[in-house]
C-alpha cells in the first residue's frame, strides 16, 4: 500500500492530475460522454486497469455522465496510487 499524501507531496501529486478535484481525501473527475453507452464502454475501460492496478474507484453512473472517486481506504486519503491511476484514466480520455 502506497503512503499517505499530505502537504507539500500532496500539492506536488496533485498536479500530474489537474483535471480532478480535491476533497474530503479523495480525487474526483466526472467525465461526460455522447451516449450512455459511451460510459459504459469507459466504465469496463476503467475496470480493467483498476483491476490490473489492484485500486479501485468509487464509480457513479448518471445517464452519459461518470464520475469516478479514487481514495486508498487502508491509508485513509489519497495516495499516489490513486494519482497513477487518475492518470491512467486521464490517459484513456485526454
Ligand atoms: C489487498 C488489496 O490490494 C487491497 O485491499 C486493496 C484493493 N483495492 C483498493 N482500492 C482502493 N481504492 N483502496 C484500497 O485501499 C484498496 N485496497
Request: aromatic share 8%; proline share 2%; glycine share 4%.
Amino acid at each position: 500500500m502506497s503512503d499517505l499524501l499530505e502537504d507539500e507531496d500532496l500539492s506536488a501529486a496533485l498536479k500530474k492530475c489537474p483535471e480532478w478535484e480535491y476533497e474530503k481525501n479523495a480525487i474526483t473527475r466526472t467525465f461526460e460522454f455522447e451516449e450512455f453507452m459511451d460510459g459504459i464502454d469507459f466504465v469496463n475501460s476503467v475496470a480493467d486497469i483498476a483491476d490490473e492496478a489492484q485500486h479501485h474507484p468509487d464509480i457513479r453512473i448518471n445517464y452519459t455522465k461518470v464520475t469516478l472517486k479514487l481514495t486508498t481506504h487502508d491509508a485513509g486519503g489519497v495516495t499516489e496510487a490513486d494519482v497513477e491511476l487518475a492518470q491512467r484514466v486521464d490517459n484513456l480520455v485526454d
